[in-house]
């Protein structure tokens, strides 16, 4: 079945810690985006690529980085200087271009610090 | 103002109830909608796309109005498990998807 994996479910980091979320899709979409929700909030765009080897900031990358190696990887790393992680994220994709395509979402990591 | 602002809810209807969402956006060059419902702790799934002659599903209808920059949602004949939050999506030409805050349905029984 064609869709989007991440993993893992859940993770817990510790103070100072980088920790890395993993996003693989197998739709052959172009496009790739993760989003940041708080509970009870609506989503907020952290970064995205619409190209393997090039990726762009959104509106909260402050604290996060990424790559995008190839076609249907995108892993999320949040970094030490994240300093409030908590949060549900969401790994998205899209077939890219200037279209009226939507997105399609995995079904998220939940990040609690220790 | 924000980019997309919907209804602020929450909508607390009775079963069988018909209810309609609202959703607004700023920028005039959206070319492309969406709705999108949310169930608690769960991601995101396409509902439908919202097309300019407006669009059906069954029990749910859009309809866009580019003139007001207003979207909106119809559910007939509202069920249990139609309870989750709605999302209003909106794309403009070569641009992100911007998110509405999303507006929250209980369904009772």
């Known amino acids: 079945d064609g869709g989007i994996t991440q993993s893992p479910k859940y993770l817990f980091r510790k103070e100072g810690q980088n920790v890395t979320l993993s996003c693989e899709q197998n739709?052959?979409?172009?496009?790739m985006y993760w989003y940041r929700q708080d509970p009870g909030q609506g989503l907020r765009l952290i970064y995205y690529?619409?190209?393997?080897?090039?990726?762009q900031k959104g509106d909260i990358a402050e604290g996060y980085s990424v790559s995008r190696e190839k076609k249907e990887s995108f892993p999320l790393t949040v970094t030490s200087a994240q300093k409030n992680p908590t949060a549900f994220y969401l790994c998205?994709?899209?077939?890219?271009?200037?279209?009226?395509?939507?997105?399609?979402f995995g079904d998220g990591t939940r990040l609690s610090i220790l | 103002r924000k980019e997309v602002e919907q209804d602020p809810g929450p909508f607390n209807v009775p079963e069988g109830a018909t209810v309609a969402f609202n959703c607004t956006y700023s920028?005039?060059?959206?070319?492309?909608f969406f709705w999108y419902r949310q169930d608690c702790r769960k991601e995101p799934k396409l509902l439908m796309s919202?097309?300019?002659s407006g669009n059906e599903d069954g029990r749910f209808t859009a309809q866009l109005n580019r003139a007001s920059q207003y979207i909106s949602l119809l559910i007939r004949d509202s069920k249990l498990s139609d309870s989750a939050t709605y999302l209003c999506?909106?794309?403009?030409?070569?641009?992100?998807?911007?998110f509405g805050p999303g507006t929250r349905l209980s369904v009772l029984p």
């Open positions: 998205a994709s899209s077939i890219g271009g200037s279209n009226n395509q939507p997105q399609h």
């Open positions: 739709l052959n979409h172009d496009a």
């Open positions: 690529s619409q190209i393997v080897n090039d990726f």
């Open positions: 920028n005039s060059a959206s070319q492309s």
């Open positions: 919202v097309y300019s």
């Open positions: 999506v909106v794309r403009g030409y070569g641009q992100n998807f911007v």
